[in-house]
């Protein structure tokens, strides 16, 4: 592996691995103003409630937990937390929901039997 300025990859240097990741209808780079903008928007459209990026990050971060629980670095890594214990909070949130819904499974079970 080596680091080439952008990301960590193997022998090769892939050019399409560069540049902004988020771009406007052009191909030009969205300032941080347009993406903020973009992701309200977006949130207040679909969900009913516009959310920051801060918020729309977390919330892709729980759900990266919830529902691919056996990739446990993907919600750090959309998070960025370079702290433990900052990660193990946001686990422990959604493995807490995860266990919620179990345990309601088994109440249903048992409701029907």
Same mark, same amino acid.
């Given at each position: 592996?080596?680091?080439t300025?952008?990301?960590?990859?193997?022998?090769?240097?892939?050019?399409?691995?560069?540049?902004?990741?988020?771009?406007?209808?052009? !191909?030009? +780079? $969205? @300032?941080?103003?347009?993406?903020? #903008?973009?992701?309200?928007?977006t949130? =207040?459209?679909?969900? !009913?409630? +516009? $959310? @920051?990026?801060?918020?729309?990050? #977390?919330?892709?971060?729980?759900?990266? =937990?919830?529902?691919? !629980?056996?990739?446990?670095?993907?919600?750090?890594?959309?998070?960025?937390?370079?702290?433990?214990?900052?990660?193990?909070?946001?686990?422990?949130?959604?493995?807490?929901?995860?266990?919620?819904?179990?345990?309601?499974?088994?109440?249903?079970?048992?409701?029907?039997?």
């Amino acid at each position: 592996m080596r680091y080439t300025g952008e990301c960590m990859i193997g022998e090769e240097h892939y050019p399409l691995l560069t540049g902004p990741l988020w771009i406007g209808q052009y !191909g030009e +780079a $969205l @300032s941080y103003g347009s993406v903020e #903008r973009r992701i309200m928007e977006t949130t =207040r459209c679909v969900i !009913g409630r +516009a $959310l @920051s990026p801060h918020d729309f990050r #977390r919330s892709g971060a729980f759900t990266a =937990r919830y529902r691919a !629980g056996s990739e446990p670095h993907l919600a750090s890594s959309l998070l960025q937390y370079q702290d433990k214990e900052l990660a193990d909070e946001n686990y422990n949130l959604a493995s807490s929901l995860e266990v919620a819904d179990v345990f309601g499974g088994w109440i249903d079970t048992i409701a029907e039997a």
